[in-house]
């Protein structure tokens, strides 16, 4: 495995996991959440990484495990490897409480002072905010870095979905910690900490995983990545951008993500 393309998958990782910075400095610029923006955009978040987990990681998967196992058994073990990823984001999803779940939609109106008089109630919400961001980004991290190893465009497109799934939950950080501690450098400082852990995720995985890396692993490990990204997509993007707007800007979103991915695939394919 040559070092130029680990570095590359783990810059891809880092620029998805500081996304939340952008999230924080766009708060700090506005008063009122711009929702029909992040509605389009998670919308079109979720659709790429639907196509892609779809139609090209879990493909993959299967011809890896294939390749090992037999068509059978290699079909039977994506299959598997598939849900027991939805199971752990569906896992990781029910620990955290849902009042300080960065995935469950707010506005910036809601999170601001107007809203919440009590400082350390904002200063716990903002904290507890990046600590459930840290979480979640733990195998998102993983789910980037393995796509973009194994297909650098793949990972180019599946970096862009989730850091612009990240921009909210930057938002989730920072405004409460804003208004509480009255400083941009800390509330800035716990939104880009809390991206910190998707890059921590890829070495992680990197360190534990891809020395034993064959066929079965391989599979195992992107069948799995494309679990997750479905329950990502269905679980949090996309009911998360209708909350934000309107049904059918978010399914605009949806079909833009699909067609921008679809073509991407198609023009590295050649």
Known sequence: MQLNSVLFAFALT???GLSTGVGSALAFFARKTNTPF???SLGFSAGVMIYVSMVEIFFKARLSLGAALGDFNGYLAATLAFFAGI??????????PAAVNPHEARKLEEMGPDAVADKSVLLRMGMFSALAIAIHNFPEGLATFTAALRDPAMGVGIAVAIAIHNIPEGIAVSVPVFYATGSRRKAFGWSFLSGLAEPVGAAIGYAVLFPFINDVVFGILFASVAGIMVFISLDELLPTAQKYGE?????????AGMVV???????FAR
């Open 87 to 96: 199971f752990l984001v569906a896992l990781i999803d029910r620990l955290v």
């Open 247 to 255: 049904h059918h800007l978010a399914i605009y979103g949806l079909v």
């Open 38 to 40: 992040l509605c389009v």
């Open 14 to 16: 880092l620029f998805a």
């Open 261 to 267: 991915m679809a073509v991407s695939l198609l023009i």
